[in-house]
Structure formats: structure tokens, C-alpha cells
């Protein structure tokens, strides 16, 4: 086999083509065909972008489109460099796809000028393959997650070919050094196929990479060691390198098909060996080998802007036009500015096109779940906080039916805590994927299935994210407290999802779902290192839009609240819960419309009749739920006449103004349950920080006091814990005391009542060991 | 060679009494040595602990500590499982060491019983290799950062060899994939040894591992792709291990001390493999090996107590007695309950124990750095904002001298951005690290050196943790939106700190220190996915006692603030400067003073004449600091009338009341800066609410009106990045316009100019691309 040398030919033209339209963007303001001399004015006075990685990326678009069209696939491309943005513009821009998605830039003359000025420019698109750039799901403004994703998209797409080019800067991240093991958990019946192309172009910003700088033989050993065929193409001759690359593209396909083929038919023994390749090309390729007397092609020095001056240095100028000119841009686009025939031809049609490809705008794709009725997985009602029950493990009878009825379009990930976080129902319908060996002993273990574990945080997220912007649905299960490790990668799908809002071309998708539980106040086994409820925090910096936090405080509520998460779009929904037994509080029908206002007076705890209360105890959370009743129980033993409203907060945002976030309350809201002058005493499941930032400008916040999370903790009792934070029921009522004017005499000696039960439960722990039993097993009075 | 059957009987004695007393602390409360009928009474009522990878942290432990005696070797011992806490506790206690430092638990029956009790019991110790156990360095709670911390151990330390379990677990984290590529960073001339032991037990919490369920061809592959020479020690039966691992230790042992002498004296050439071992060894090995019918030794289900039900079920009692007799209990203790002769003769003496290794209290071997006065960095003054200077360019001169002081105790890491974040000075002292291959168009690599670059912030975190903790000195600089990715990893170290606090056996470390530049404000090539200053708010959630964070608004306070953080102990300082050309307000003497009080007035900039002012404009940060002054010198034009106090906070934590915080203000403090009854606008640099958490039981809270990052960048220029978030001097302006009572009749028209501006500024950089020279060259007046 090999490439004839008309097909060469034709794709180095391509490739010249992208390449010219690259180098323009990052450089021109006008004048883009150069059809006058170049003049200060036309360029762009900052210049902002990154060429190093961009002919690579070229180089590798422009063969892929070569397979697409010759074996018909369907196929995405993931840029892990996504700083080389120019690339993708350039290539969407040649394929007619960009012209379709931004009609103002038009495949012509002034359409060009447009594609060049708007790149990097106020007003205009950002530097990265962003949410603005068509056929992206991946920015990579943040390394480390190419891989990850490209796997997520990769799963229960059958006939799906990604393609991921892997920077060897972003090599170098713990996320994606992680991900090559992805391939042990691709069922190559069920799953598409992902095609890793490592890109050797030797530097990072200022230095050269690891992957770059061993022999040959160690990194072809590291693929083998993880299982994947490396298939080398090295050199920097076009030529030369067009011919292999092709060869390399043609072998890897061909070992996909033959996996696949066998896979489906025969039925294949074992783990499928997958091919990779690895592309050692020069950084900055065919742009300036020398400036100002020091190397630049195949330097790190071609990271950004090769040439810096040349607004102001005629000599700069003199040479980015020569670098222009050397890719003959008068071979490459006709008289119009458009691209000329041949190269018009060469690409993909419609959606076969990568920057066109439905997969990359998983909106187009996305189908409702069918889910079954939550109602039905309900905790029986009887009476208010008189029943046990383990809310995860309710929700998982729930996800078990989702996953029945959604065989092919929602998965469950987590890090092996599927059943340390009683969601172990769902075993009942699915198994965990495996493709690795399989032993006699293993449970629940299989080559295809809905659930993933992996123990790694940042694969559970990256997967997740990858299936989810390719149109499908999804859960992460996770602890709560290491849900942090994903912080950054948070951070960056919110970033993604708040821009995607505003562009109508991108089509909304599926939330992306986080159940934490294994939470905080219930780390029994682990302790300190496990205790950190500050996620909330970290979710909270992003935008209203996009961000939702529910902490439904028993099994019921759960129900609900995961219900409507599954059915929402576009956004990032943090389900806090608990998965140890604990008092179930409402009925389904009450849980229905508790969670649908997300907020709420609990009547049958309160002892105001319905009229003003002379403190308002405010909970949010399982444990301090909990903790709350108990008090109000407390209370209304110990000061009967005294008036307490006890108000449930399920959903967060309900706590903020109506103008900060679409679900805050106004403050005529607010003030009927908080009331405008009487002490809120709130119990709080993270840290009690949160609830004064969603709350100082409610009139009444000088009268917020707020129990939480206040990073004490250690391997102890689940009361022990409530205890040293100062968030337990004996802690309330002395808040209480010291908050309320008029408690009368018996305030006092009740005061010091409390401080001495608090005293007699922490002896009991350390004599006993563990909760003294009226603790443990406390039930709310019927 | 081989060990003899003497010494193979006298290791498995010492790995059964280590075992025995694993055992005991997870289950026992009492009968600790079995000499009474075991009854429910002697059972913990809560069975909380992890016996799976104990046993085999016992194995290495007991063969470590073999050849530390055979070979006179300075050794520390990182548990990657930290939740087998227990096989740190048993082999400290064994050694001696425990009872050094927790007098009560004495080394005979009485302390054997308290050993016991007190394991994952309220009011005793954690579950976990805590930074209560003496010899630990590393806690393990949070997986994936074992192979960083014994590399960061390892760095300038010659002599030291850190022996490093990795769990077949933690090996699937991104991080830990990301570690093995430490030992292209590791100088066998400078730098100790690390030596890999990847245990195998085969299951995680609920299922099997990928690294156990690969051929072990693969597995080797791996190791061999990262340079590491890999020895396997497989198998069950105790006396075929112990003579294997006594083998593999001596091969790895011998390799390692070859690589030195060959480095350090004829002369090494090219990187050196060293080596690694691969144990293969059953999950919960030696325990109960079907419990209730099914198979628990060598499962996942010994994960964490094998046998459940103690308490209540007979036969389980009955199970548990007979494998903790298994131990032969009888033969290791002796009437008193102490270590028989023996076994106490066995284990190293002194600081060579690894329980009481001076290396893993790093605080005791720590030195003050060796400081040049930052005095002499300083910018020179020119009046006050008149004078154009790059911050991080200023301190690059100050630790190029730190580093030149300190060539042994001191190192800067970061992801490849040390010159892209403008610290290059320090390139005039010393190189980048690099082990791999070196090229002649390289520039500062070599084989040593104080910097150490790689595009991993897991690595750069974890590094210097390991490097801290063994008690040396050093400084991360990351960008600010990319230090999220450690977000976990500054979680764990915090909670680290703050334990330690209360260990006066533990002696201070060196402060974490923090430098975040190329931040939100100024990121002119990237956009929106490098717009990220939410770190603030993860780390104001860390207790009060360990963490700081500085805002210098200028070269020379950056200045005297590194020299602050680089002198403090046991800290985690968070210091956010500029790199970009910017304004120098103070002189070098001004600034120690306004660093010391870490808030002040700028008299120069205030026109309230030292009285009570109209409006207090306050800032925080660089880019808000300009636009405060430039919105300052508006006002005194446009309201020459107006009393404008401008207040500057370099120490973040000043705004916290005096209670929360020990740099907190008291509230008469701080009402003699924001005044009790004025409006506040305050610039800040990060998200606007952090503010607020920190103000809002101020009494002038309610007139706190704060601008920040809302969330709203792409990629463009400063001046628009600003206006994008209202925190442009022209908001500012129309900020005190909407707050400021009496303002007269001009104040409607000026408000209108100040829209109109803002405008026209959109509209000129939309334009030109550019912001207009005068917000760019913007001078606060002479």
C-alpha cells in the first residue's frame, strides 16, 4: 500500500492551506491573500496565539480527513494542545463548516479577513479550541483530560472513531498519564474506538518534554506496558512524512476494523490490542527555522509567536510574509479568496466532517432518559423521622430501573465506591465494565455494563464529561471530601457549559451529576484526611447559570431531587446525601413538594402554630437535619411555651437573592420563613461560611448564626464528630439560650444542663467506644 | 546469597508479632494478649480499620528493616496504603519508638492494651499513617501521592534511601501515573535514592486492580518504559517470600549503591535504571481466608475488618482468636508483655529505626535559610505610581540570591513557567533539573539544579511537600488558575499542618509557600480557561492557624512579603502578584511597613487630609490596586470636593475579625480604616464574595460594596478584561457615584461620562485590538 504521489500532493496542499490560514490568524488584521505588501498596519498590534503546536495539528486533520473520506467513518478529533486553536478554525474554516455555523464569515475574501482579524481579538473568538470553535468538546486550556474524554465519547458509540491528539507537554499531568489505562474498560463490541496519537514536537513553553527526551525503546515499552500498539512516525521532510503518516493511519484502521470486526462476529479472546501512534514532528513546523540568530523550528521558542516584532521590525514583517508566501497560498485559493477546487474536494461532506460532526455538538444527539417513576422507589411514610433508611441505598433501586430502561445511554461512574456508597442495587440490572482479566472469584465484573469504577477521580470525571458532551447521560458517584481532586476539571466543564449557553448552534446537553455522600460527618472508618465538605465552595465561584447544589436531608427527598437532576440540561448538579441509616422525614408526595419549593417550613416540627416564631432553627443536610430536630425536640421539652420554627433547605440557591441566581427567593420570600428580626440558628452540612456568603444581604443576617463544618474531626463517632464542630443538638439549644432574650430563669441552669450532657457523651464515647444508645438511636417523637 | 534458615525464622517471627498487634488494634479493646477467653466485652463495639494491605506493609517493614541493620542505611519508609495505619503503629511500638514519644503506651502488657484501645477509638488515634505516627511523612488518606512525597524526601539528601509502598490502588490515579517519570529528576550525585515497591494485593475496596489483572509481561513493560528495573517477589507461602524479598531487597540495594558510587566517583554516563519491585502478595494475607462461606484472604472483602460480627457472633469470636493465636502470641511476648529479647534485638537502633528516623520529623534537621537582604532588590523610588516595573521579574532577582546562599536547602518548582512567569534571574545561579536527554539547543538544563520544571502541578505540589517535610525550604510558582489542580493536595497538607500543631514531638516544618502569577487579570494569550482566583476561597476554608494569604500590589511589597513567607514555619502562604509591567507604588521602606501592618491607608492617594473621608475605596491585588488609584485620581478631578480615602490590603487575612484569625483586625481597628457609617468600594482581586465571608459581621457591612471576577473573560485585553467585570476605574467612579449622598447636580452628567467612556473604550479596543494608550500608559500623578 502507500499513497500515490497526485494524493500526496493534494494533501500537502491541505495541509499548506490550513497552515497559511494559521499563521494569518495570529498575525493578520487585513491584507490576508498578502495581495499587497505587507504593512504595519496590517497586523495586529498584540499578537496572541500559539503556533508550535498548530502544524501538527494540521498535518494530523488533514490525513484524518484523507481516512474519513476512504473508509467512510465517522470520526471526531480531540486537540489535547487546544492552544493550537488556529488549527481547528483554519480546518472548520476549509471545510465550509465554520461558514455554515458563523455566517458572517463567509469562505471568501472579506470572509478570510474576518477569520483572521476575529482570532485572539476583543470581540472576537478566544485563542483555544473553545466551546466558540466548531467540532471541539475538549478546550484543552487545561492539560490532562484529551484522553479521558476522548474515551467518554468513545463509549457505547459503536461506530465511532476519536482521535486524540496527545500533546507530550500535557503527557507529562498525572490526568492523562492516568488515562491510557481508558483502554481497559473500552468494550470493543459496545464502544467506538479511540485512536491516541502522541505528538513528540519535543518542548513545552520553555523547555523539552520527558516522553521526548528517552530512547526510542523506553517509550515504545511504555505503550506495550499499557497495552497498545505504537506505530512510529518521525521525521520533519513533508514529503516523506506524508507517505508514512498515511501508511501509520492505514495500519492503525486496519487493526481497528479487524478488532471490531472480530469482536462482533467471532467473538474475540482477551483484551484487544489497540493501536497508537506516535507522531515526532518539529514544533513550529515549516514556520521560521532561525530568528534573530537563534533557532526557532524545533525549539520551544516556537511556542507562541515566532516572530514577536513585527509590527515594528521590517525585517519580522519581511520574514512572516516570506513564511506566508512559502505555503504558495496562490496555488491554495482562487480568485474570490475561497479555497480552490481541489482542495474543496478534498475534505469530508455534512456531518462526516470533523468540524461538522454531530458527536461534537452531543446536544443534536441528546435523547430524554426514560426514567421510571420515582414515586415507586419511595420510602414508606410512617411518620414524620419514626422510619430508618439508608438514602443511597433507596436511590440506588431507582438508578438500578434507570439503567434497565436506558441500556445504551447512561452510565455510573466512581471510584470503586459504588457499593461503599450503597448503590449496590444496580448490580441487580448491570455489571462493571472489565475488560482486563477476569477471575473466578470477581463479582459483578464484565466485558460491557453500565457502572465504571476506576480508582481515579479525574478518569470518573473526564469520562463522564466526554460521554455527556456527545450526547448522553450520566452519574458520579464520588466521596465527598475527594471530589476536590476534580476541582480543576469542575472548574473547566462549568467554564465550558456557561459559554455553550450562549452560542444557540451548540445544543444543550445532559447535566453533569454528582452524588457525594460518604460525606463528612460520617467518616467513621477513615477520619481527618476524609472530612471536607468545601466542594460546595469551589462550586459556588461559578456562574448562576450553570451551577445547582441540593442537599436533600433523607431517602425521599433524595428520590426527587435525583429525579430532576437526571431530567436537566446544561448544568452542574451537586447532590449531597448521606448514605447511612438515618430517619426518613417525609412521605414521597411531602418530599415532592418540599423539593419543588426547595425550601420550607417543617410544620409538624415547629412549635409557632403557623404564626411568628421567636427563633427560627434552619438546617440543610442529613446530620444537621438531624441534629436540628433534635434540638427542636429539646426545646420543646425544655421551654414548652417557647415558639420555634424550624425551616429545611434542600436546595442552596434558594438561600441567595432572586437577582444573584434564578432560583433565589426575594427578600419578602426570605423574610416569611427567616423573619426579619428573630435569631436563625442554622445547622449546616459544610463550612458555615457558605450560608453567610449566600445570605448577608437578607435584612435579618445580623441574626444568622451559622453551625458547620469547622475542620475538626478525626476517626471518631458520627455524634463525637457533631460535637467537636459544635453543630449538636445540646450545642443548638445552648444557641438557643444565648440568642433568645427572655428565656426567663431556668435559661441558666438548662444552659448548664446542656454543657453538661455534653460532657457525659463525650466520657461515654471514649469509655465506650461508641454514640450512647438515646443518641444512636434517637427517633423524632411521633 | 540467600538468607539463612536462622534469620528467615527470625524476620517471620518479627512479621507475626507485627501482624498480631494489627490485629489487636483493629479488634481488641482488651485481653490484648489473649490469656483469658476471648468475650464480647474484650470487642471494640465499632470495628473500624483496614486490614487488607497491612500484612503486607508488615512484610516490607520487617525486610526493610533487615537490611537497614545489614547495611547501615538511612531509611524512611512511605506507606502509599495510609489506611494501614495499624502496621505503622504495631512496627513503632515493636521498635520502641512509640513508646518514646507516647510515654503511657509503654512496650509491655498495660501498653499493649492502650495500643490496642486506642486505634480508631474516640479521644485515640486515626485510623491512618497520621501525622501522629511517628516516622510517618505521608498519611496516605487521600491516594495518589506516595511516589511524589519519596522523591521530594529523596531530593538533596545523598545519604537518605526512601523505601515507597504504592498501592495497587493508588497506582490508578492520575497523579502517582504521573510520578514514575520522577527519576528523570533525580541527581544520583546529589540526590538520595528512591526505591518503588508496587504491592499488588490484587483488590481495591470492591474489586480488582488494573495493574494486578494485566500480564505481567505488561506490567514489567511499564516499568521498563520509565526506566526502572523491575524485580518481581510473588507468591503466599511466608517462608518462600521472605527468602525472595530478602533476594529482591539485596538485588535492588546493591543496584542502587552501584549507581552511586559509579555516579559519584569514576563518573556515570546517561540516565541510570534503577530499580523497583513488583510484590505480588494476597489482600489480607495470613487473615481469615473464607469467612461466613465465602473467600476473604486474597479478595476484596478483606479490605477492612475480615470478620464483622465479633461482637455478637460466637463463631466469628472464635475465628478471630484462633488467627490472632496463629501469630503464636506465646512466642513473641514475653510474661510482661514486651517484645521476647529476639525480636527487640532485631529492629535497626536510634534515628536508624524508621519510626524515629529525624527525616521524617523533617522539622528537626530544618535550618533558617540563608536570606539576603530583599532591601537591596528593591525598585527604586520615584515617586509614588510613577515608575514601571514586573513584579515577578524583581523577586527573580531576590531568589536567584536565596538560591546561591542555599545550594542544598532550597528549590523552586513549577510547571515549566518559572521564565514564563519572569523569575528567569534565577537561571543566572542555577539550572533546571533534567535527567533525561539533554541536546545542544538546550538552555539551563543539567543533571542538578534548584529548579525543577515539569508540566505536572501534582508532581510540583508533591515534590516539595516531600522536600518540606523532611525539613527543607522552597517556593511553587503556578499559575493562578492552575493551582486548582492541587486544590486536594493543599487540602491534605493543611489538615497535615494543623495536626502537627498539636504534636509537640513534631517539630515545625517550612512554610508551603505559594507564588500565583500569570493571573485572572492579565491573561492576554489564553482566556477564559486561565481566569481562575477561586484558589483564594478553597484555602480560606483551612484553619485560621495555618493558613495566609498576601495580595502585594507591587514589586517591593512582593519583596518584603517573600522574605516573610521564606522566614515562617509550618504555614501555607498563598502569595498573588503580577507579572506583567505594572505600577510601583511604594518605596522600598514603605512597603515593609505597609507589609508589617499588612493594610493601610495611602495617605498620597487619599484626599480626606487624614480626616473622615465621603467614601473609602479599598483594594486588594495588583490590577484592582490601579484601577482603585486610577478611579481616585477621576474623583479628585471630577469631585475636588470629595474626601476619598484609599485603603490598600496586602495581608487578605487583616479583614477577619481578631477572633477568627490572628492577623484579624479588631473592629475598632477596622473601622478606623472603612470608617462605621461610609460607603466601601472595594477592588478585589478574586471572586467579589470572599470579601464579604471574611467583612460581614463588620458593623459597616452593609456599605461594603465590593468588585471583583464575576466569571465573565475571554480572551482580550486588560483594560477590557476589567470592564468585562465592572471593575474598571470608571465603574469605580459610578460605584461611588450610586453610593455617595450630596454629590450635587454635576454628579448625574459625570455618571453618564463614565458610561460613555466605558463605551468608548469597548468600542476602540473592538477597533484597534489594543486598549487606548491612555488607560495603557496610565501614570498616577506626580
Known amino acids: 500500500m502507500g499513497l500515490g504521489q497526485d494524493e500526496i500532493q493534494r494533501i500537502d496542499a491541505y495541509w499548506r492551506a490550513a497552515n497559511y490560514l494559521s499563521v494569518g490568524q495570529i498575525y493578520l488584521l487585513d491584507n490576508p491573500l498578502l495581495r499587497e505588501e505587507l504593512r504595519p498596519e496590517h497586523i495586529k498590534p498584540r499578537l496572541l496565539g500559539h503556533w508550535g503546536t498548530t502544524p501538527g495539528l494540521n498535518f494530523c486533520y488533514a490525513h484524518l480527513n484523507r481516512v474519513i473520506k476512504a473508509r467512510d467513518l465517522d470520526m471526531i478529533y480531540i486537540m489535547g494542545p487546544g492552544h493550537g486553536g488556529p488549527a481547528a478554525v483554519a480546518n472548520a474554516w476549509l471545510e465550509g463548516g465554520y461558514s455554515e455555523v458563523y455566517r458572517d464569515v463567509t469562505r471568501d475574501e472579506p470572509g478570510m479577513r474576518r477569520l483572521f482579524r476575529q482570532f485572539s481579538f476583543p470581540g472576537g473568538i478566544p485563542s483555544h479550541v473553545a466551546p466558540e470553535t466548531p467540532g471541539s468538546i475538549h478546550e484543552g486550556g487545561e492539560l490532562g483530560y484529551s484522553l479521558a474524554h476522548a474515551f467518554g465519547a468513545a463509549f457505547d458509540n459503536p461506530d465511532l472513531v476519536v482521535a486524540c491528539i496527545v500533546g507530550d507537554g500535557e503527557a507529562e499531568t498525572g490526568p492523562l498519564a492516568g488515562s491510557w489505562d481508558s483502554n481497559k474498560f473500552l468494550d470493543p463490541v459496545g464502544d467506538g474506538a479511540v485512536l491516541p496519537i502522541l505528538h513528540l514536537n519535543g518542548y513545552k513553553i520553555a523547555g523539552p518534554t520527558v516522553s521526548a527526551r528517552i530512547p526510542e525503546e523506553e517509550l515504545l515499552q511504555r505503550f506495550e506496558g499499557h497495552g497498545y500498539h505504537p506505530i512510529v512516525v518521525s521525521g520533519d521532510d513533508p514529503e516523506y512524512m506524508h507517505g508514512r503518516m498515511a501508511q501509520a493511519l492505514d495500519e492503525a484502521l486496519d487493526m481497528i476494523a479487524d478488532i471490531q470486526r472480530r469482536a462482533r462476529t467471532s467473538g474475540l479472546e482477551g483484551r484487544p490490542v489497540w493501536p497508537a501512534i506516535v507522531l515526532r514532528s518539529p514544533k513550529g513546523w515549516t514556520g521560521p527555522s532561525e530568528v534573530d540568530g537563534v533557532p526557532v523550528e524545533g525549539t520551544w521558542r516556537s511556542h507562541q509567536v515566532p516572530l514577536a516584532q513585527v509590527r515594528s521590525n521590517e525585517e519580522h514583517r519581511r520574514m512572516l510574509r516570506e513564511w506566508m508566501l512559502s505555503y504558495r497560498p496562490g496555488e491554495l485559493f482562487d480568485g474570490e479568496g475561497a479555497p480552490v477546487e481541489a482542495l474543496r474536494s478534498l475534505p469530508p461532506e455534512g456531518g462526516r466532517r470533523m468540524s461538522a460532526n454531530p458527536h461534537a455538538n452531543g446536544g443534536l444527539l441528546l435523547q430524554d432518559l426514560r426514567l421510571p417513576d420515582f414515586r415507586d422507589y419511595g420510602l414508606e411514610f410512617e411518620g414524620h423521622g419514626t422510619h430508618i433508611g439508608e438514602a443511597t441505598r433507596v436511590l440506588g433501586h431507582f438508578l438500578r430501573d434507570v439503567i434497565r430502561a436506558n441500556p445504551e445511554t447512561f452510565r455510573l461512574v466512581g471510584p470503586d465506591e459504588t457499593a461503599s456508597n450503597r448503590l449496590s442495587a444496580v ?89 457525594l455522600t460518604s460525606h463528612v460527618w460520617r467518616q467513621d472508618h477513615n477520619g481527618f484526611t476524609h472530612q471536607d465538605p468545601g466542594f460546595l465552595d469551589v462550586v459556588l465561584n461559578k456562574p448562576a447559570s450553570v451551577v445547582r447544589v441540593y442537599l436533600p436531608p433523607d431517602a425521599n427527598t433524595l428520590l426527587s431531587v435525583a429525579d430532576h437532576c437526571l431530567r436537566s440540561r446544561d448544568y452542574i448538579n451537586v447532590v449531597v446525601a448521606g448514605k447511612q441509616p438515618a430517619l426518613s422525614y417525609l412521605s414521597v408526595e411531602e418530599a415532592i413538594l418540599h423539593c419543588t419549593r426547595g425550601i420550607g417550613i417543617w410544620e409538624w416540627a415547629s412549635t409557632d402554630g403557623g404564626g411568628d416564631p421567636d427563633v427560627v432553627l434552619a438546617c440543610a443536610g442529613d446530620v444537621p437535619t438531624l441534629e436540628t430536630l433534635a434540638a427542636a425536640d429539646l426545646l420543646r421539652r425544655l421551654f414548652p411555651e417557647l415558639r420555634v420554627r424550624v425551616v429545611n433547605v434542600v436546595d442552596l440557591m434558594r438561600l441567595q437573592p432572586a437577582g444573584e441566581h434564578p432560583h433565589g427567593m426575594s427578600d419578602a420570600e426570605y423574610e416569611a420563613l427567616f423573619t426579619s428580626d428573630r435569631p436563625v440558628i442554622f445547622a449546616f452540612h459544610g463550612y458555615p461560611w457558605l450560608v453567610h456568603r449566600l445570605a448577608y444581604r437578607r435584612r435579618n443576617h445580623a441574626n444568622l448564626h451559622v453551625r458547620g463544618y469547622k475542620e475538626e474531626g478525626t476517626t471518631t463517632t458520627p455524634f463525637d464528630m457533631v460535637m467537636l464542630n459544635d453543630l449538636d443538638r445540646f450545642h443548638l439549644v445552648i444557641d438557643v439560650i444565648d440568642r433568645v432574650p427572655g428565656l426567663g430563669e431556668r435559661a441558666a441552669h438548662i444552659r ?4 453538661d450532657e455534653r460532657l457525659r457523651h463525650r466520657a461515654h464515647t471514649r469509655e465506650h467506644g461508641e454514640d450512647p444508645a438515646d443518641i444512636r438511636d434517637w427517633v423524632w417523637p411521633y
Chains 1, 2 share one sequence.
Open 427 to 515: 448490580y441487580e440490572a448491570t455489571d462493571k465494565v472489565w475488560g482486563a482479566e477476569l477471575l473466578p472469584v470477581d463479582e459483578h465484573l464484565a466485558r460491557r455494563g453500565r457502572v465504571m469504577e476506576v480508582l481515579s477521580e479525574h478518569l470518573c470525571q473526564g469520562w463522564l464529561e466526554g460521554y455527556l458532551l456527545t450526547g448522553r447521560h450520566g452519574l458520579f458517584s464520588c466521596y465527598e471530601a475527594f471530589v476536590h481532586i476534580v476541582d480543576a476539571m469542575f472548574n473547566q466543564h462549568a467554564k465550558w457549559l456557561k459559554v455553550t449557553r450562549g452560542l444557540a448552534w451548540r445544543r444543550p446537553i445532559a447535566s453533569l451529576n454528582y452524588l
Open 752 to 755: 448548664q444542663r446542656m454543657v
